[in-house]
């Protein structure tokens, strides 16, 4: 049985505009997906029903076994957290330090662990000056980064990061995704909404979504080979991806070049 | 005319903590002419700041911003209107919340005409054509702001910026949230924006695709410092980027990639997609 099963689920924000139309996702534990999709087409709306934040109008989400409800919903969050498109709308502490600890105290952790946790991970997304700082006087990228620290340091089984990375700079976004890589290693699961094509890579598998319906998803080497199914979906193939396919066009495209770009696209 | 940095620091007030300068002795020009420039640099380095005091939202510590000949410093001068600079130089928000606030769509980007003595008509005209132009359609106008998708809103705080028609353009990271195609839509109209009318534009942005495809100079800040004012190309040629928190375009490094293994002879400062596409060709054909 997969850790996340969603079967059929249905969601309107209006009766007469269907956002989420008969959405069916399996996710296994330690898995790593990334979600793509055009605006509006309705990651963020999937990623809020999957933490209990709207309910659907039908279908059924089970998380660990756990079907997702009003009794269970506490119980869900234990186990999978999100970080938000905006940051802003995680913030609740009078300081930086206050607003990583707040995932933490509501999962009852002692106070002794908890300051340590917020030391190492403030560090982990390099923070740790600003700990003593009100969130509003922070840039963008830096809310982002305390944001993401907040998360991960409530320890959970999954985590979804909603855009999460978008304002950050080469370095940081570089040096994060490499730490996210490692909590992989070490199993966690995730699910990655993001119009970043290199940054949806990483993952092991793709979910494609347009207008509101799983519209394709599979490995990345396997849906890499359908350009104009991105295209169709309001997508963008990686840069080497589009050169090699613009050099087949043109014939010109030998097999050392193929594979040289094909690679240099997945090797990031 | 256009913007003059000249000496400008900036404080935030700090109420009893340890003092933070986020601008440091900035001096620079903008031109109101002819100028796509990339602000750029590490999170928090200064971009939002230094933004914020090209249209006087923000007053400077010590020094003074000039924009369209009027002078900004730290003390504020009751006999100027420093609301009509923000005609004059329109900003676009990193965040959409911060600047979305009416209760539809269409009120909200009819806002700037209106403010600025546009009659009723007209400005409800030009918000409709503003919001076309970020590729939204009119079913969008009387959707309330504060229930769009991410990449929604941001279109939608864009599009109010548009429509007041300012003479310069300052866009706080206006790609992110947006999907592929609303990138590449926004951009070339920026470019378009730029070209036809000759009005500079200002973008911050991390992506350096973007900036190296798009613009014709570059601003590097470091640490609320302005590292670096030259072109592009110039930036790119260095091997020491790094140092600020940037990255090369991908053309560079898939051409550097390419030649490195195949042993072209090839130039591989190419701005975009094409241009890369059409140097291979050429050496392949050779
Ligand atoms: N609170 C809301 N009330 C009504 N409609 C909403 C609300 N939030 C989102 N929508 C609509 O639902 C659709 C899906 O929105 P959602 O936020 O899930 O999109 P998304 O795929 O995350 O897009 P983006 O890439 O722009 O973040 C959009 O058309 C949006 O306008
Ligand atoms: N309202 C504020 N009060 C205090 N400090 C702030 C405020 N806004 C930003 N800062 C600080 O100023 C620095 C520059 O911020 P900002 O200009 O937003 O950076 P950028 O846009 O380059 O990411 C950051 O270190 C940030 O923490
Ligand atoms: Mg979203
Ligand atoms: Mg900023």
Redesign the pocket.
Known sequence: MSYIDIQNLNFA??PK?P?LKNVSLLVDKGQWIAIL????????????TMVGLLDPDSGTIVIDGITLSGETVYEIRKKIGIVF?NPDNQFVGVTVRDDIAFGMENLGFPQAEMLKKIDFYAEKVGMKAYLDKEPAELSGGQKQRVAIAGILAMQMDVIIF??ATSMLDPTARKELMDYIRQLHNEGLTIIM?T?DIEEALWADRLVI?KN?EIFRQGSREELLKEPDMFIEAGLELPVELQISNALKKRNLLSLEMEEHLWESSLKK | MGIQFKEVSFQYPSWGKQMFEAIKNVSLTINDKDEFIALVGETGSGKSTLAQHMNALIFPTSGTVEIFGISVTAKRDKKIKYNTLRQRVGLVFQFPEYQLFEETVEKDIMFGPKNFKVPEEKAREMAKKALNMVGLSDK?LT??P?????????RVSIAGILAMDPDILILDEPTS???PVGKNMLMRLFQEIQEKTGKTIVIITHDMDLVYEYTNRVLVLSNGILEYDGTPNHLFHRDDISKWHLDYPTTITVLKSIKDKFHYDIDIYQKNVNDAVNTIAKAVQL
Do not use: M, P
């Open positions: 924000y209006h505009r956002i999709g055009h605006n509006g087409s309705g990651k963020s709306t999937l990623a809020k498109q909603d855009e909404i119009h979504v509101g | 969008y959707r309330n504060f229930n769009l998708s991410g990449g929604e809103k941001k949230g947006l999907d």
